[in-house]
Structure formats: structure tokens, C-alpha cells
């Protein structure tokens, strides 16, 4: 009994992935019944049947690891850097740390990280971009975003949305409509258009936004019924927007 107590949050983490899996993979419900009233045989036995490979059940055993111990993967990511101080390591660490919302050393390790070869990685930049557009230095987003703005990456990519939302914040919200628009073409880019909408609702261009939304709803209701169940939280977030707009 003594030994099941001392396990006990390990073994609650592992029935609590185990359920979540579950549930986003939308397993039977028979799984409940087994993963519930066995939590660790049923565990056990799920995620064998679910991960049968030696490497994923390894990846599964570092998740759950992670559930117990908050500090577990930045702490195993810190010991990694030191001991092998690689661009890989850091980035990794990078990626923890903006995880946390520690955006300061999540752009310390980024920007540490460009340098010869990779002084103008893009993918790098982008993590720049996106930690400094959490701590509102607009400037340094715009400034990033000026290294890469013409690779095909940053034109169909996500941080083009947040170098024009920096543009906007610092007083340029012209230039700012001009890469919103660039988004705006029929039946595609939907995520985009949303941001496109909400610029336009804080740059006061009401009549616009809202003729941009009905185009987009009436998009997806011309859609083949596959196409629109694929956009269903796409249009439930267009019809909150205009239904804002009529109270």
C-alpha cells in the first residue's frame, strides 16, 4: 500500500494521458472502462496497444515524466545545452522556454543562435519575431521581419500576420492594410483573413470588416459538406464577429 501511495502521482499522470489520448484520438469507450477502473495494468496495456515501437513508448515515458515534474524538461534541455552546446540544444530550449512565457531567455538562446551559417536562418527569425511580438517590442518584430520578409516562408507563413499588427501598433496601419490584403483571396487563408477582419475593426474600417466576414461565410457555406465540417470553428468565430457587430 505504502509503495502504490508513493507512486501514486505517477501513476494518476499516466491514467491522465491515457484518457486524454483517448479522447483526442477518439478511442472506443471501452478504453475508459479499462485505463479507469485498471489505472495501471490498463495503462500499461493501452499504451502498448496504441505505441507498440520501443521509441514511442520512450516518448510517452518522457511526457509523463514532464506531467509529474513541471521543471522535469527544461532541467533535462538545460543539462543538454551544457554539456553539448549545439544550435539544436539551445533552439530546443528556446522552444521550452517560450512554451513557459519566458520570452526573455527563449530570445536570448534564439538570437544567441544566429551566427555564421545561420545568422539568417528563417526559421530562427520567425522564433525571434514571435517571443518579441509577446513582449510588444514591435520595433524589433519590424526589424527581424525586414531579414526575411522576401522568402517564400515569411509571405505564406504566420509571422507576416504579426509583422503587420507591428506595423499597425507603431502608427504605420497603411502599410499594415496593404499585407493584410495580400491574404485576402477566395476560398483560402481563412486564419489570416480572421486577423485581417480584426485589423480592420481596431483600424475603424467597420464597413470593410464586415463585408470582408460575409464573403468569408458565404465561402464556407458554398462549401462541399466535408470542406465546411473542416471549417466549423472558422465559421463560428465569423458569426461571434458579426453578431458583435449587430448588438
Known amino acids: 500500500m505504502s509503495i502504490l501511495f508513493r507512486f501514486s502521482p505517477i501513476i494518476l499522470a499516466l491514467q491522465g494521458y491515457c484518457l486524454y489520448h483517448a479522447r483526442q484520438n477518439g478511442q472506443s469507450s471501452n478504453w475508459y472502462f479499462v485505463i479507469i477502473f485498471f489505472p495501471i495494468l490498463g495503462s500499461i496495456f493501452y499504451l502498448y496497444n496504441q505505441f507498440y515501437s520501443e521509441e514511442k513508448l520512450w516518448d510517452i515515458a518522457e511526457e509523463v515524466k514532464g506531467m509529474v515534474n513541471k521543471d522535469y524538461r527544461v532541467d533535462k534541455l538545460l543539462k543538454e545545452a551544457k554539456y553539448a552546446d549545439t544550435i539544436t540544444n539551445k533552439t530546443k530550449l528556446g522552444e521550452e522556454f517560450f512554451k513557459r512565457k519566458q520570452y526573455h531567455q527563449a ?10 551559417f545561420n545568422a539568417d536562418d528563417t526559421g530562427l527569425i520567425e522564433k525571434v519575431m514571435k517571443a518579441h511580438y509577446q513582449l510588444k517590442n514591435y520595433d524589433k518584430v519590424i526589424d527581424f521581419g525586414d531579414r526575411i520578409k522576401d522568402t517564400i516562408v515569411f509571405k505564406k507563413g504566420d509571422v507576416k500576420v504579426l509583422y503587420a499588427w507591428s506595423l499597425h501598433h507603431l502608427g504605420q496601419s497603411e502599410t499594415a492594410q496593404i499585407i493584410f490584403k495580400s491574404y485576402d483571396h ?11 477582419a480584426k485589423f480592420l475593426q481596431a483600424y475603424g474600417k467597420l464597413t470593410e470588416k464586415y463585408h470582408l466576414l460575409d464573403r468569408m461565410k458565404d465561402e464556407i457555406q458554398h462549401m462541399e459538406p466535408r470542406e465546411k465540417k473542416m471549417k466549423a470553428a472558422i465559421l463560428r468565430e465569423i458569426n461571434g464577429m458579426l453578431a458583435k457587430g449587430e448588438n
Open 107 to 116: 530570445i536570448s538562446l534564439f538570437e544567441s543562435c544566429l551566427v555564421g
Open 186 to 196: 477566395q476560398f483560402s487563408n481563412f486564419p489570416h483573413r480572421i486577423e485581417y
